[in-house]
Every structure is written in structure tokens, then in C-alpha cells.
């Protein structure tokens, strides 16, 4: 039996904090299933079909990484997936009261759901995908904070910023 980690988010667009995640992930894990929620309430830059073909190719020489989407609640997608570990990052203290709450009313809806957080690299913790865009937008240099091919990706979607 494979040990699997669910490594749910948004993911618009990923990171290279994220991408650290993963991989600190699949050192403990014979198996990290990065789940892209599809019914976000953020309005995302990129689509899901578009998130999921960047993440995998961000990940194509890393068999242990392994993407899906997801929609409902993270829970039932764990169920199906037949996975009872979420891994989550914690970057600064203020990202601790979400995801102390995200955890807790993850547990109450599923029992058997354990919740793992773990941190990303000291120089990415002040990276998320929201400050890139909006960085990228304002004509900032985003390069080292997303992988290359999200980078291409963002100079698409967003013109103004190169
Ligand atoms: O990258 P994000 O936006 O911080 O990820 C948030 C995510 C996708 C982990 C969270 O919104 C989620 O799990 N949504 C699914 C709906 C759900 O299960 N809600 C109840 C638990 S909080």
C-alpha cells in the first residue's frame, strides 16, 4: 500500500514555494496527489485545465508527483482517493489561524483525515500566487519565485508585465 499525500490548493498560478512543498513532501511520502480545487471562489487567473497542464509539467520527470482536480469537499475527494493525509504549508504566523481552522473543520467532517503542515524554503515564505500576479501585473520581476514555464505562462495572460 502507497503512502499518499493529498496536497490540495488553488493554485493560481503555482509557485516555487509550492513546488518546494511537493517536494519536501515526497521525501516523506511514496506519493504526493497535488488536487486543484476546480470551484474556487477567488476568480483564477488561469484555468483549471490550464493549472493542471502547467503543474504537470512542472513535475513530468518526478513520478512520485501525481495531479488531479477536484471539486465538493476535500474530504469526500480523499475518500475516493483512499488518502487520509493532507499536506498543507505554513509559511508566517499569520497563515496559521486559516489553516488551524481549515484542519479542525477538516477532521470534524472527516474523522480519519490527519493534517500535516510543513515549510517551505525561509526565502520563499513570503511568496504566494496572489502577490506574484499582482507583482507580474504592476511590471515586477516574479522570475525565482515561479517555475519558468509559469512564467512564460503569466507574460501570456498578462502582456503589460515584461
Ligand atoms: O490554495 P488555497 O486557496 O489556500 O487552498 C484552499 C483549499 C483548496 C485547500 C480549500 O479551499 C479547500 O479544501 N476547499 C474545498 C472545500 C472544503 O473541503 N471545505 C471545507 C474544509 S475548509
Not at 6 to 11: A, N, Q
Not at 99 to 116: C, D, I, S
Not at 142 to 152: E, I, M, N, T, W
Amino acid at each position: 500500500m502507497k503512502r499518499t499525500a493529498v496536497y490540495p490548493g488553488t493554485f493560481d498560478p503555482m509557485t516555487n514555494g509550492h513546488v518546494d512543498l511537493i517536494r519536501r513532501g515526497c521525501h516523506i511520502f511514496d506519493r504526493v496527489l497535488v488536487a486543484v480545487l476546480i470551484d474556487t471562489e477567488k476568480a483564477p487567473l488561469f484555468t483549471v485545465e490550464e493549472r493542471l497542464q502547467m503543474i504537470r509539467a512542472i513535475f513530468r520527470r518526478e513520478p512520485k508527483v501525481v495531479v488531479k482536480s477536484f471539486s465538493g469537499l476535500l474530504v469526500e475527494f480523499m475518500r475516493k482517493e483512499k488518502a487520509r493525509i493532507v499536506v498543507r504549508g505554513l509559511r508566517v504566523v499569520s497563515d496559521f489561524e486559516h489553516e488551524f481552522q481549515m484542519a479542525l473543520m477538516n477532521r470534524r467532517l472527516g474523522p480519519e483525515v490527519e493534517t500535516l503542515f510543513l515549510t517551505p524554503k525561509e526565502e520563499l515564505s513570503y511568496t504566494s500566487s496572489r502577490l506574484v500576479k499582482q507583482v507580474h501585473q504592476l511590471g515586477g520581476d516574479v522570475s525565482g519565485l515561479v517555475p519558468a514555464l509559469v512564467h512564460r505562462a503569466l507574460a501570456r495572460k498578462i502582456p503589460t508585465g515584461d
